[in-house]
């Protein structure tokens, strides 16, 4: 097992997230949360619902990248043309997804950076579809490389996602819908169980301390049990190879980095 | 008149400066981009462009064709950030109103129904509704939830890219995904639809594929066929998106970072060069669908 990469453990953390969600719609963007999530539903979580990432439910989750001779096989349609009323607006859905800046009430930022909003310094992609998500149903994180500059000290500079920020609450609102559940990173699986919904650590990755991931966050931390996080088992690794023929999960960590650190 | 048919240029004589233009498709997906290159030899200006936007938003910003944008992303996806439109907005160079997708086509759907707002959770405990100037109100029944008003996004013509159409304008849209085209079509005064194929009547032709008439010929004020017309962006199951201009349109925003220098080269004296630049109708048809 000393050959596991620190992105197959990100990914078997991750879908742990997934368990038990039941019929709802699991949405992992990027190679670790669709990998998390197709994992999810291939082992703890058959009932998931997903799609083959552009317009079609599937009950086989569809490998990354170029498919060969793979076909997907449809079980059922969700397009984006009805993904608001099916998925997102009923709160049957929880996607895992990578901001630039998540702050300590769990607000994130997907849509500029600095300077002004008539300006920004660093214009990013808009804040897609995470008002809704965030207002709506479950969401989790993954970031590959946990800094303060993504766990930003202060509040994010555009707040593109509802956190637990009572200041940003409009009074009379429904909130019953924000429901942050988990971030894994690079360093640890961190959750928003603390004080008011802070963000907690919960489990560390092998080798990795407390005051290592304290440093790398720009905001006081609170702790969890701090176990370590668990490896993945044979059986979710030959899954996660299946999943990602072409290793696409290699380049998502800097230097792809064992899961249990060279000493 | 029921026979709609129209040239790109007929289309866009009927468009004016300063008037709020909604495109459909989504990204780099079913975009009219042959029209919006029509626009781009035009001189056309200050306009009010409402996407989801990918190329189209770009180049129009690129070209200082706008005044104002409402988006909710602006992206290539496998280039996420659209590179001419970041250079415009770290300029300062447009207005925008920044909204969540959904809300976004909630938009579309109070202008296409004629209300002043529609009501929604979305938007709350963010940025968004300081930032766009969203207004509250609150349900007048026992729950007194205070929710966002989302304002009509009531367009004064809308774009679309369309599989098909017959001249007048009874149109197929398939594909996995047609996004909110439906609602564009609906939310606009005017409606220019350009199609992959036109026919003279549809049930002659397609008698038994009437489903994929997504909208109402009501809503379909012109219709000009032009082959390709979504090139650089997909039209399954037509063609896919070609990365490779995409790639070459990125680069430019670098080097050499002027638009004017490289307007020929993306947008071209005519569409017949345009496509003529891309290697034909045979180097479109041939661009495989992209994998997701």
């Known amino acids: 097992m000393t050959d596991v990469t620190l992105a197959e453990l990100c990914i078997f953390a991750a879908s742990e997230a997934f368990r038990n969600n039941g019929e709802i719609v699991a949405t992992g963007v990027g ?40 076909k997907p096989k449809f079980a059922g349609y969700l397009p984006f043309s009805r993904f608001f009323d099916s998925a997102v607006w009923s709160g049957r859905r929880h996607a895992m997804v990578t901001p630039t800046q998540i702050d300590r009430f769990g607000q994130i930022n997907l849509s500029q950076l600095g300077g002004t909003h008539k300006q920004p310094k660093t214009q990013m992609l808009g804040v897609r579809g995470f008002p809704g998500n965030t207002i709506y149903h479950p969401n989790s994180f993954f970031f590959p490389a946990h800094t303060s500059r993504v766990f930003v000290e202060g509040e994010v500079d555009m707040v593109s996602g509802v956190g637990y920020n009572p200041a940003k609450r409009v009074p009379g609102g429904n909130y019953s819908g924000v429901d942050l559940r988990v971030i894994v990173t690079n360093l640890c699986v961190m959750d ?72 | 008149m029921l026979d709609k048919r129209m040239t790109a240029a007929d289309i866009v004589s009927q468009l004016h400066d300063g008037m709020t233009l909604g495109i459909g498709g989504w990204g ?46 602006v992206s290539l996806d496998a280039i996420p950030l659209e590179p001419w439109f970041r250079k415009a907005r770290e300029a300062g160079q447009i207005e925008v109103l920044e909204l969540d997708e959904g809300m976004f086509q909630w938009g579309l759907k109070a202008a296409a129904f004629g209300v002043p707002f529609l009501p929604t959770r979305v938007g709350l405990g963010t940025d968004l509704a300081a930032l766009g100037g969203l207004k509250t109100v609150t349900s007048p029944y026992a729950d007194a939830e205070t929710l966002i008003a989302m304002p009509a996004l009531k367009l004064d013509a809308a774009l679309l890219h369309v599989n098909r159409s017959d001249w007048r304008g009874n149109v197929h849209l398939f594909g996995p995904d047609v996004y909110y085209d439906e609602w564009f079509a609906k939310a606009a005064a005017k409606t220019f639809v350009s199609c992959e194929e036109l026919v003279d009547r549809m049930e002659d032709h397609y008698p038994d594929q009437a489903q994929a008439n997504i909208f109402e010929r009501c809503f379909v004020t012109g219709v000009v066929e032009m082959p390709c017309g979504a090139h650089p962006s997909s039209m399954p199951p037509s063609y896919g998106w070609d990365m ?48 997701f």
């Not at chain 1, 291939?42 to 001779?69: F, K, N």
């Not at chain 1, 907690?200 to 701090?226: C, I, M, N, Y």
């Not at chain 2, 079913?30 to 189209?56: C, F, H, Q």
């Open chain 1, 31 to 70: 190679p670790v949360p669709r990998l998390a999530a197709s994992l999810a539903k291939l082992t703890h979580t058959p009932e998931l619902m997903m799609t083959d990432g552009e317009a079609y439910l599937v009950e086989q989750p569809v490998p990354l990248g170029p498919r060969g001779d793979y």
């Open chain 2, 244 to 291: 490779k201009a995409f790639k070459a349109y990125a680069d430019a925003a670098k080097e050499p970072g002027d638009w004017a220098a490289v307007a020929d080269r993306f947008v071209g004296k005519s569409e017949a060069d345009y496509l003529n630049s891309v290697g034909g109708k045979e180097a479109v048809a041939a661009l495989p669908l992209p994998i």
């Open chain 1, 192 to 263: 928003f169980g603390g004080t008011n919904n802070a963000i907690r650590v919960v489990s560390l990755h092998p080798g990795v301390t407390f005051d290592e991931v304290q440093a790398a966050t720009g905001f006081p931390l609170e702790k969890g049990a701090l176990t370590e996080t668990p490896l993945p088992d044979a059986e979710a690794l030959a899954i996660i190879a299946q999943l990602d023929p072409h290793n696409i999960r290699a380049s998502v960590i800097k230097d792809n980095p064992p899961a249990i650190r060279a000493h």
């Open chain 2, 28 to 73: 780099p997906r079913r975009k009219p981009m042959a029209l919006v290159r029509e626009i781009l030899r035009s001189d056309l200006k200050d306009l009010t462009i409402v996407a989801y936007g990918g190329a189209d938003v770009g180049m129009l910003c690129a070209a200082g064709k706008v005044k104002k944008l409402v988006f909710a992303f």
